[in-house]
């Protein structure tokens, strides 16, 4: 069909906008390539797949789907409510917590507003800004010398706050780079921040990481009614395609994302999953547990490759090449192994893994050493 240019009919916001690259599915990977046997190691997914319970309820649900969802997700704001302690009043579920991300730029962000966020941060931060016409205040990264290289540097980034910010985002533990802050710092950064400024604290990683240095955000939300935090089922909980996640708010920035919210935007089944999901203590402990053994499998197969890698608190790890990583991605899309190219953060030596099983990590491995002898 020809193709008309309408872009100059489109708010300045779109029109400057570049649309999210999502990691390559398998299915894509194989016609294009014509590989078989493909793996995907690119977009943080669980390799043990979704949790039992969450399809065992979806099941069991399958024959509703003729009905309207409960548009206030009913039951499953009751079990993330008792999870966390909070009333159901400071929840908001949202398709995927991108969703939640860009409710809260619609509602605090417009042209003339800043947003500030770190150098290399997760894609959507910057796209919910640029999209309602805000700008993007970008804090640059801790360097690559320090002992978090790459990650939030908190200073950096209150030092960009002025009297047009309404919003910072900043994730714990952080994609691309799998970097973390511990949870008084984050703590302390969320307390001097001005009340004019809402924090956005994206715990999508959160469940991976070991022990309590960083903390829980959403215990915080008494002392800081200007602090969301957001959460997802995409990762751990093994539910990326159903699209779901949640923000955890004062009631009184809930319900001003309750207006923006669309009417039914997580479907019957993601309900009814996520909610049997949370309840499935088993399936986290054992994703944990094989992500835990396959981070230390990753680290120490690449570093004996004599590559360096960053460390991690998430399901991935940020490797650096020592070259551009283009052709190493084009050298294992070949072979059928699928990572995260991160150049478009920045990034352009780097590849993104995510942790797999213990023998797609060893094939991943394999095809590394084969293609960097070469
Ligand atoms: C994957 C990810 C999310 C989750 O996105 P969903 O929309 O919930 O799938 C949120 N934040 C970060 C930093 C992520 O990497």
């Known amino acids: 069909m020809k193709i008309f240019d309408y872009s100059d009919l489109a708010v300045?916001?779109?029109?400057?906008?570049?649309?999210?690259?999502p990691g390559k599915p398998i299915d894509e990977l194989e016609r294009d390539y014509g590989v078989q046997n493909s793996i995907?190691?690119?977009?943080?997914?669980?390799?043990?797949?979704?949790?039992?319970?969450?399809?065992?309820?979806?099941?069991?649900?399958?024959?509703?789907?003729?009905?309207?969802?409960?548009?206030?997700?009913y039951h499953l704001k009751q079990a993330i409510a008792e999870k966390h302690g909070l009333p159901t009043s400071t929840i908001t579920l949202g398709n995927g917590s991108n969703d939640v991300l860009v409710?809260?730029?619609?509602?605090?962000?417009?042209?003339?507003?800043?947003?500030?966020?770190s150098q290399y941060c997760f894609?959507?931060?910057?796209?919910?800004?640029?999209?309602?016409?805000?700008?993007?205040?970008?804090?640059?990264?801790?360097p690559e010398d320090h002992p978090m290289p790459?990650?939030?540097?908190?200073?950096?980034?209150?030092?960009?706050?002025?009297?047009?910010?309404?919003?910072?985002?900043?994730?714990?533990?952080?994609?691309?780079?799998?970097t973390w802050l511990e949870a008084a710092r984050v703590k302390d950064f969320i307390g001097s921040?001005?009340?004019?400024?809402?924090?956005?604290?994206?715990?999508?990683?959160?469940?991976?990481?070991?022990?309590?240095?960083?903390?829980?955000?959403?215990?915080?939300?008494?002392?800081?009614?200007?602090?969301?935090?957001t959460r997802t089922f995409s990762k751990a909980y093994g539910l990326a395609g159903l699209r779901i996640g949640y923000a955890l708010s004062n009631p009184g920035i809930a319900d001003l994302m309750n207006r923006v919210r669309p009417a039914f935007n997580v479907n019957s089944l993601a309900l009814?999953?996520?909610?049997?999901?949370?309840?499935?203590?088993?399936?986290?402990?054992?994703?944990?547990?094989?992500?835990?053994?396959?981070?230390?499998?990753?680290?120490?197969?690449?570093?004996?490759?004599?590559l360096v890698t960053?460390?991690?608190?998430?399901?991935?790890?940020?490797?650096?090449?020592?070259?551009?990583?283009?052709?190493?991605n084009e050298a294992l899309l070949q072979r059928g192994i699928i990572v995260r190219p991160v150049a478009n953060y920045g990034l352009d030596d780097a590849l993104r893994i995510t942790v797999g099983t213990n023998a797609q990590n060893q094939r991943l491995l394999d095809a590394l050493a084969d293609i960097l002898k070469q």
């Not at 300045?12 to 690259?21: A, F």
């Not at 016409?133 to 990264?141: D, L």
């Not at 009340?195 to 990481?209: F, L, M, S």
Request: charge should be negative; hydrophobic fraction near 45%; aromatic fraction near 8%.
């Open 12 to 21: 300045e916001g779109v029109r400057k906008l570049e649309p999210y690259t």
């Open 40 to 73: 995907k190691l690119a977009s943080n997914e669980n390799p043990l797949g979704a949790s039992p319970k969450a399809i065992e309820a979806m099941r069991a649900h399958l024959d509703d789907t003729w009905l309207y969802p409960d548009a206030n997700g």
């Open 103 to 117: 409710f809260l730029a619609q509602i605090f962000l417009r042209p003339g507003l800043e947003s500030v966020f």
């Open 123 to 142: 894609a959507v931060y910057p796209i919910a800004t640029q999209m309602v016409g805000a700008k993007a205040c970008v804090a640059p990264a801790l």
């Open 150 to 178: 790459f990650g939030h540097d908190l200073r950096a980034m209150f030092e960009r706050v002025t009297n047009n910010t309404r919003m910072v985002f900043l994730a714990n533990p952080n994609n691309p780079t799998g």
């Open 193 to 229: 921040l001005p009340p004019h400024v809402i924090c956005v604290v994206d715990e999508a990683y959160t469940e991976y990481a070991e022990g309590d240095r960083l903390g829980d955000a959403s215990t915080w939300l008494d002392e800081f009614p200007n602090l969301v935090v």
């Open 272 to 306: 009814v999953a996520a909610e049997a999901a949370l309840g499935d203590d088993a399936f986290i402990q054992q994703s944990r547990k094989l992500n835990r053994d396959g981070l230390q499998q990753l680290r120490d197969g690449l570093q004996a490759l004599g």
């Open 310 to 328: 960053v460390p991690s608190a998430a399901n991935f790890v940020l490797v650096r090449m020592g070259q551009p990583a283009d052709v190493i």
